[in-house]
């Protein structure tokens, strides 16, 4: 061995050059740092966004941890046109955490699913950076196209428990969704929005006026809307004939 490569040893590491050096064939070295830079950046984030998270042995259990870490896994074969192979990393997760990402769906590092049973995260859905989900909450398209019709997530994004973010819509950064609303449209920048269909109620730290609430029709009397226009252009005229004969000196 000495004669062959000159030290001790050296066989082994001329092979492991050369293992090395076949996988960066396949993916480049940066591409591994960036998957174990959002490894530690979605372990941070559970520590960040969950009190009851004291240790890193309880962490270890959590359903959400599980199904990130696998969904990147999977994406990463999804993304070299192993397809099978992501699917089915994708549905053995799904089974074991209650949890389904589409393995085509693209998430940001500091993602973090709190509870997590019931999340569906559809396949061109996008997520930016320390996004928190709780459970039950959909990504969902409204479109049987091939096309992107999932939402996009900004950074920072919150959404409470049982919420529905459907189609290819765009949630803006520091947005927070309220529990079991349903959003249908784009939403503007740290902002908070509630309600079905998706309202936003604060925009930069204000409030934003409410319309009057809903009275089904209540106060609709098409009739009486008519005879006041009516009346009001009456006494309009009335008002333009007293003017015109003070004009003329001929008041009575």
């Known amino acids: 061995m000495r004669g062959r490569l000159g030290k001790p040893g050296g066989l082994w590491k001329s092979r492991t050059r050369k293992l090395i050096n076949l996988l960066e064939l396949f993916v480049p070295w940066y591409t591994w740092c960036s998957m174990f830079s959002k490894f ?19 962490v270890l259990t959590y359903a959400g941890l599980h199904a990130v870490t696998w969904h990147r896994v ?16 994708s549905q053995i997760t799904r089974f074991f955490t209650g949890i389904e990402i589409h393995p085509g769906a693209t998430i940001g590092s500091g993602f973090f699913i709190d509870h997590g049973m019931g999340v569906v995260i559809g396949e061109t859905a996008e997520v930016g ?19 992107k019709r999932h939402p996009t997530l900004g950074d920072n994004v919150v959404i409470g428990a049982g919420a529905k973010i459907l189609g290819d819509i765009t949630l803006g950064a520091n947005v927070q969704v309220g529990a079991n609303a349903v959003v249908l449209k784009d939403v503007p920048a740290n902002s908070v929005v509630v309600g079905i269909p998706g309202r936003v109620v604060v925009q930069d730290g204000r409030r934003v006026s409410e319309p009057e609430p809903l009275t089904h029709g209540r106060d609709l009397d098409p009739i009486m809307d008519i005879l006041n226009s009516v009346l ?14 003070k004009g003329s000196g001929n008041v009575t």
Not at 74 to 89: E, G, P, S
């Open 40 to 58: 530690r950046a979605d372990w941070n984030a559970v520590f960040r966004n969950d009190p009851a998270a004291r240790n890193a042995w309880e």
């Open 74 to 89: 999977a994406h990463f074969f999804w993304m070299r046109n192993f397809k099978f192979l992501a699917r089915l990393i």
């Open 232 to 245: 009001i252009r009456v006494e309009q005229l009335e008002e333009g004939v007293c003017e015109s004969r």
């Open 129 to 147: 950076d320390n996004c928190l989900l709780y459970h039950g909450v959909t990504l969902g398209g409204t479109s049987l196209e091939k096309k």
